[in-house]
Each structure stands twice: as C-alpha cells, then as structure tokens.
C-alpha cells in the first residue's frame, strides 16, 4: 500500500518520487513540525502505515481539537491525500471531522466524501485540492480538525504539485493606480442587438484624477473589429460610447484599456451580441431557478419559450400565512402572466430542509415525513395560487432529485425511504389541491438526476402514483458540472442519450407519454473568468452539445439552470468562486451597486443561436463516424439543420451536397455555403442549413465522413515476450509497399493488399517507423504494461489462507484509480458513502497471479465490509464477486478502424469466469458454456475479519495454451461490490484493466509473460 500514491481522475498521474511538501507528514516523529494544539491531540500506535498516527478526540457536542502546520507554497495547485479513521463521530450540521485549509480569508474542507467525516468507519483515502489562488495566499495552514464528540485518526498525508491548468484570464483586473473601480455595460437587451443597431456599451469609472481610454472590439476568433481611443477623460466617469452599427451577427467582445500618464491602470471587458431573434419562441426552450422578472426581456430576446416558476413554500412557511405565501409568488408571476410571452408552469419541489421534518421520535410514534403544519400550509397556498391563476398556467409540475436527497444528510432527509416518502406525500398533496382548483390541468412530476437511480428507486415512487400525473420530467444530470474542476468526471454524450432513453422508456411502461422534459441541466465556472476565456467557451460548447442530444432524444422541454443570478451579497463574487450562470455573467450596478444588470458570456450568444436554428424541430438523422457527429433536424419551414462537430481535434470534409445554404457557428457567426465547400469541424458544434431533405443530407454526410478516414490505419501491440504485431489497414483500391524499421535492427519490407485489415507479427520493440511512397508514421505500443507471473515450485493448497501467496509480487486495486465506471467517482452519486458501503468503507483488493505446468493461479484479498451475494450461475455478477477471462488474440486499439467500417473479429474474450462465495458455498461459473455446471478446475471463496478471500486454479488445457505458447494470453479480472441486497447492478467495480465489465475490448487487457 504504501508505494502507491492517489490519482486525479483523468489520468492525472504524480511521480512516485515527488517530494511531500509535509514535515512529518506521518506522525512518525510524534508532533514536530505540528503546532496551535487545541483540545485532546495526541499521537497513536493505531496507524494506516508506520507506527504511528494522529488522533483527535473530543468528548461532548461543543468541543473543537485541531493542529495546524503553516506552509509558504509557490502560486499553484497542489494534491493532498492521506488516510482517514473514525469511531463514533457526532452526526448534527456543522459536526465531524475534516482537514480545513487556510488562506487569506478563505477556506476549503477536504474529507473522503461529500460532507464531514461522521460515524464509525475503518481506514479510508481521501484527497483533495490546495489552490493558492482560490485561497488568495500561498501562506497556508493545514488543520486536521474535529468538531463535536467522537475520536478520529489521520495519518499518511501527503501534499504534492499538480501540473498549472490553462490560464483563464479575467474579465476585468486593477493594473495599478488611479481606477478604484470599473463598470462596463454592453446596453441594449441584455447585451443583444439586431443587425444594423448601434452598439452603445456604457463604461462608469470611479477614482481621482484624468485618465486615457483605448476601446479594442473582437469577434470570438480573436479578430479585432473595431477600436476607439479618449484621452483626458476626468474621474469620476459615466460615458456612453459609440462603437457603430455595422456587426454582422455574432458575439463580440469589447476590452477597455485605461491608462493613467500612460502608464496601464485598468483592463475591463464587457460583451454584446448581434443576432436575428426567432420568430417564435419555442416552449423546448424553458428556464426556471435563476429567473427574474427584471431580465423578462432578455430572457424573451434569447429565445426562451417556457417560464417554470419555482414555487416559493419552504423558506418562510413558518413566519408567513398562506395568503402572505401565495402573494409573493403571485408577484413574482405577474410580469411573465401579464407579458402572455411564455408557456408557464408551476414547479413545486418536494425535498424541503432537513429541520422542516419531524424528529426522529415522532417519526417513530407514528408522524408524517414533514410536519402537519406544513403540509396544511402547502395545500392551502397551492390552493390559492392555482385559483389566482386558472387559465393561465399551462401546467404544474414537482419534483426532487431523490439520490441527492437521500444522501445528503446534512441538508435532507439522508435517508431512501424518506425522500421517496416526501416526494410522494407532498406531490399528492400539490396534484390534489390544483386539480380541485382545475381538473383538467396537466400535472407532470420526478426529478432523478442518477441514471442508475431510474430503477428502482424512480420507477417505485412513480408506480405507486401511476393514476396522479400526467408526464415524467428528471434532471439530465451531466457529471461534472463544475468545469473549474477538469479533474472530475464528465458523463460521455453517448450516456446523456442513454439517460434520456431509459427516462422515456420507463415513462411509456408507466403508461405516460414517452416524451420526457428535462427540468435542471448546467456547467458551473469561475464568476472572474474572461468573456473569451477557454472555460467560457467551454461551457458554451458543453450546453449546446446537450441541447442537441436533448432535442434528437424528442424531449419535450429543456431547462437551462440559472441563465443569471442576483448578486445578494454587498460585493460581487471573487474571481475565482464558482458561479453557474451560462446565458449572463451578472455585474453590480446602479448609483450605489445595489442592483444586478447582466453581460452576455458566450454561452448567451450559443442560445440565443441554437434557440433559433433548432425551433420547432423534429430529429431526423444521426451519424457517428469515428472522432465525427452529426445529428439531422427537420424544421417546420421545410429545412434541414445538420449539427457538426468532433470530439477532439479539426477535421475537415466537403460533403456533397447540390443546394446552397448556411453555415452558422455555435455563437451565431453566418456564412454562405456553396456546393463544394469545405467544413472545417471542431468540438463546438456547426449548423449547416439547407434546402436538401435530410436522406440526402444524411448520405453526402456519411460518404464526406468516410472519405475522412485516412488512407492508411496502423497500430502495433505486444504479442509475446519477443514479438510485436502490426497491424494495418488501406482503404486504396490498389496494394501498398511499406517499410517497418525499429532502432537496432535490420528494416522489414512489407506489401498491403487492399481488402481486409492485416496483421504481422515482428521482433517486440517499443515503437517504430513505418514509410510509405507518401508518408512516414511514428507508432509506440499503446497496450497496458504486460504482467510477469512467478513460476511456483510446488503446486498450492487452496484453502483460503493464502500461504502460498507469501513473498509473492502481488498488485493492489483500490479507490479512485481502479473504480469503474469512472462516473461511479461522481461526488452526486454518493457511492462511497454509508449509503452503499458501511462505515464508509472504500473497497479494494490484493491480487496476486502464478503459476506451473499445470494451472495459471489467481488469487484476490478483497477488502469489503459488507458481503452481499444474492445470485447463482450466470447472475453471480450482479453481487459481490470475482471475474476473470482470457484472450489468446492479440487485437488492435478500439479506434485502430472507425465505428463505421468493418473491423477484426469480435473484441470479446475467449473464455470468461466468475467465482463467488455464495449461501450454498463457492460456486464458480463459466459465463460463455452453453451449460453451466461444474467445472474442470479449483477454486475456493472465504469470508473472514471484513475481507473475502478468492483462489483459482485454471488448467493450461482449460485456456487452450501453455506458458510456451503458441499462442499469446491476455487477461484481466474484475472485483465487483455490491452492497444493498435486492439491487440488480452493482454500482462499481475493480479493474484491472478495463475492457471486462461495462463494454468488452480484450485488446485494453494486460499480456501475461513467463520469464
């Protein structure tokens, strides 16, 4: 364990050899180094590793025990990790433990998981960022910090730099004296102009003095358009410019440069749009949390058609009486009812604060999940609302998202049962008290925001109000929706879709429409970042990828989370605080900057676009070539919208097409498309308008995409111990004459028919060059490090002691780097919380691998509290249990031929196997036999102290090859972790390699040797 350090996800890999920027980081030395001692701090001969650790102890509800080190760092990011132990730590809001750290004002928390540490809980990892800048320092304190009673232990801690993530700079900065502060506002609807408009931002300066003023206006490509220069400009300021009238449509950025004797003082930017608004504003297109009625006319300039208002209830049910209640949201309906702009619904949300349900005493004398006051106050505000509004509301709606408040339990209610119970209770509540007002009214409920979640959780809550709603809404979770985090784990689009299908699919199996709404989706950056910062333009391309995927998938309506936020607070948000506004960036303004006003981020510019060229759509083509996409939409004008991009890289095609048309970016630049142009494709999609139906669009697609492909594929892999194989593929009519040369040896000749891709075996290097008439290819051995197994001198008893494994090389899988699916690592989906592993226990496993004449043997120690094995035969899977197969095919990359072209023979493993420990015993089980029954080989599964033991002994006549070949022997195994007895799926697992469980591919599996 102890050679091992943590990963970032991604793949953000330390050097075992990195310094620990910690002085005595283990508590080795007992406290050196350690000072600001509070409360009951001392060393302990409990540890993770070495002798010793550091415990915190605390012995009623009030006490604090804490130390601290003092750092001085250079500017940066840094992980810190370590490892963590708790007996009997208070549960209650603001209680646990965590390691606090310490800037300039600011603070962060790191701990193992969402929240303080609570409970009772072995050792357990946990890491987490150190940002001096977030921190506004590089001279920080590290406190290990307990708060209320129980005992924790910390020990292993280690704090390494992490590579610099690309500069995004901000949208204004203080470059010296003169200016105190600078306002720069784009004017006319929110930012937005039509053709022809004049641009007339206002820029208010405070400070003393005179200054200068050079105004450079860019497109989004970097392109500077205009430029305006002042001099002699007395403070303090208030000043309309003209930056003229003639912008084709686009975003653009305007960056004011004020110098004060010629010397920078202040740099502040602002943006504005220029665009076509839609003729009509398509209800796909909603938007709810983050709504005022100031922004009305933007928000009906960027395209929006439905307005969800977020029924105010939970918050002041308690000081105010249900007129009071329903008079504020009546008041906050009012200018959308009165514009008549809108399609509007009412969204009750279900999951009030943890305080607002009864204590645990009453719930067991036999209350309600919620209080009676407040389900009495809920259904007579409802009452009078629905009553203020009749006729005008287009629907009702509620929801929650129940994983979250399931989990969450220093928020919700934490537990399963309750947060279905709260979401059913209090929809029925809702549904009855508007259908009494309105019987007609359509009432449509859900909220899931886990995919896994659907079932059975969703899907139970929803069956047993099968007769109450109408339709299904849930919030598309994304993944990682803070994108100042790149570290976490963003859900692929194909998983979006997959999400939207399953939601569709179980509400036509409930009887409902198949067509879902998506009520909450939306990327969080840093509220400093640049109008024309990566991470801006980021958010943009991730939304509108989304928006596409969510109108191919039918759903009915999408909602975009917080298009804008009031700034409450007396100052605006640090640069580097996370702020989830995608349409505007909201600025302080007014004589004493008591009100909001809002500049249009990239992401205002993609809506407003998308809003127009995808309204009124329905889906109609999909093609994925390779790195390529493109969805197909027909519109109601008879058009036909092609959307484009790449997942990585440029690309560039000319599809050939007969009809003229359009081209639009994502942020609404317009261009002439002429039969026989080339498109150049990035990963911000492209719209390609035309008049050609889409079959055709579609075909001249496909053929332009194929024809993308190069001319020759290559790709090496280790095939034995001394051997290589190449593999190549043409995609010319006629034969092509290659060269393969490798350092040190003499050059191979080789001919490639066209046809089938081909395969050659050659001595082993680590990479190569391979040269045509045309061209010359570098190519490296991709494949995962091969795996040397010990030959064992006598064969071993498999009894579960796992003697024979002493003094054996043994491999260590373990939280986070060897979990998969990686989206299991989502913080939201809390699956490494008490919820499915209790104690908070984080599984891993020591895997060790062997052999003789005879047998290949595996064994596995895996660490889990819990064991829950519910199947038999081919279902052992879905529980606690082990998995391993074998491949005697050495196999190229999965991406060696494109999705759409034929490839090698299945990627699947020749021989595959589970081992569990089961009621009846150990059972072992062939997955691929037609009949499953005993098989030709040993095993044995135990259980004791927490861990559960495998061992297996596989004849080389089983695996159909021996240790001297002839044929290669790839492998990899699996440790699944199942925690809650009925589920279907286990959540997560150990891996490896991946290519076993989740989507098989025996070419991502390790090479076994046998030196």
Known sequence: MKALLPVLLLSLFLSLEAQNLLSNPGFEEGLTSWGDLQGNVATDPQAWEGVASLRLENGDSQGRASLSQTLTLPPGRYLLSGHVRGEEIEEQEGRGARIILEGNQKWERITSAEGPETGTFPWRPFQGILDTQALNSTTIRLLPTLHGKGRVWYDALTLHPLPPLPQNHTFREALGEGVTHALFLPGGIMGLYTPGEEISPLLRLQGEGTVSLSVEVRDETGRTVTTREASGLPLPLQQ??????????????????????????????????????????????????????????????????????????????????????????????KPFLDSGAFQMDIHVHTAPRKELRYDDQALADGKSVVTDEFQDKLKETVTLVAQATKGRIHTWSSGQEIPSTATIKFKYCGTWVEAMAQHLILSRIVRRAVRAVDPAIPFWTGGCNVQKNLEPYERLVLEDMREEFDGYLLDGYTGNWDLRMPDKVLLPEEQVKSFLTQASEMARKLGKPSVVRNNETGYAIAYGDAFDSPRALLQAQLTLRNIILNRFCRVLSFELFKPIELIWEAQEPAPQDRYMTTIWKPVKAGPKGEQTEGIPLPGGAMYATVARELAYVEPAGELLCGNQCAYLFQRQDGFTVATLWVLQGETTLAPALQESGRLVTMLGREAPYVPGDSLTLSPSPLYLVTSEPPHKVEEALREAFQQNIPSLRAAIQRHSQDQLALFLATFTQTPQYLTWETPGQPSKNLILPPGEPQRFLLPYATEGTLRTSEQTLTLRDQAPAPLFLPKLPAPPTLDGTGTWRQGLPSRLLQYPQDIFPKEALQPERAYFKTDYNPDGHNISALCTLAYDAQCLYLAAEVDDPTHVQEGTGSQLWRGDSLQFAFSTQTLPPADFLPRSLTAFPSRSPEKNYGV??????????????????????????????????????????????????????????????????????PPYWLALSPGLAGSEDASLFPLLLFP
């Open 240 to 333: 309309t410019l003209s930056l003229g009238h003639d912008y084709p449509p686009g975003y653009y950025i305007a960056e004011a440069t004020l110098k004060k004797e010629d010397t920078p003082c202040y740099r502040i930017q602002t943006a504005f749009i220029v665009n076509v608004p839609p003729p009509k504003n398509d209800p796909f297109y909603q938007l709810g949390y983050g709504v005022y009625g100031q922004f009305l006319e933007g928000f009906r300039r960027v395209g929006v058609g439905t307005i969800s208002h977020k029924f105010f209830f939970a918050d002041g049910y308690h000081i105010r009486t249900p007129q009071q209640l329903a008079d504020y949201n009546l008041k906050v309906l």
């Open 916 to 985: 569990a420990l089961t009621s009846q015993g150990t059972e072992v089980v062939d997955y691929l036999a037609p009949t499953r029954g005993n098989l030709p080989f040993a095993a044995h599964a135990s259980r004791r102290n927490g861990k559960t033991y495998y061992e297996v002994a596989i004849p080389w006549t089983e695996l159909g090859t021996t240790p001297e070949g002839p044929l290669p022997l790839h492998m990899s195994l699996v440790i699944f972790d199942q925690n809650k007895t009925g589920d279907q799926d």
